[in-house]
């Protein structure tokens, strides 16, 4: 069965229960839709992999190293497992690729103290996925 892993500066990230790997179009400049009918224009720059990780219930300690692995800027050879079949990777291999974080780690303490509720981070790729010719 796939187990969701992700990897960062050699150390798993604790508490996760589901990754959902996917690609996200990303769009240059001069885009949006045409004002007169409605067709969208610009300039496709490529896609990107996402990294949604979604964690369960997590103690103070295991929150706190989230923060300190996931809450950068740029996060380098952050490895992941797939949950499909990619190329020569199979299910389940580790894969690696450079990410950016656009948001802070948010979730809310449990009332029983020492644990935090659900909650997701998603990161996005650096650089694109190779084209299909």
Request: net charge negative; glycine share 10%; charged share 25%.
């Amino acid at each position: 069965m796939f187990e969701p892993k992700v990897i960062v500066k050699g150390i798993k990230v604790p508490g996760l229960v589901e990754l959902v790997t996917g690609p996200e179009p990303l769009w240059g400049d001069g885009t949006g839709r045409n004002s007169m009918d409605g067709h969208y224009s610009g300039t496709f720059i490529g896609y990107f992999t996402t990294l949604e990780l979604k964690f369960g219930i997590v103690t103070d300690a295991e929150y706190n190293q989230i923060k300190s692995l996931l809450e950068h800027p740029f996060i380098e050879n952050v490895q992941f497992t797939l949950e499909k079949d990619m190329n020569e990777y199979k299910q389940g291999d580790l894969f690696t690729e450079d990410f950016y974080n656009g948001q802070a780690i948010k979730s809310s303490p449990k009332q029983c103290g020492n644990a935090w509720s659900e909650f997701s981070v998603v990161l996005t790729a650096i650089d694109r996925r190779p084209q299909l010719t």
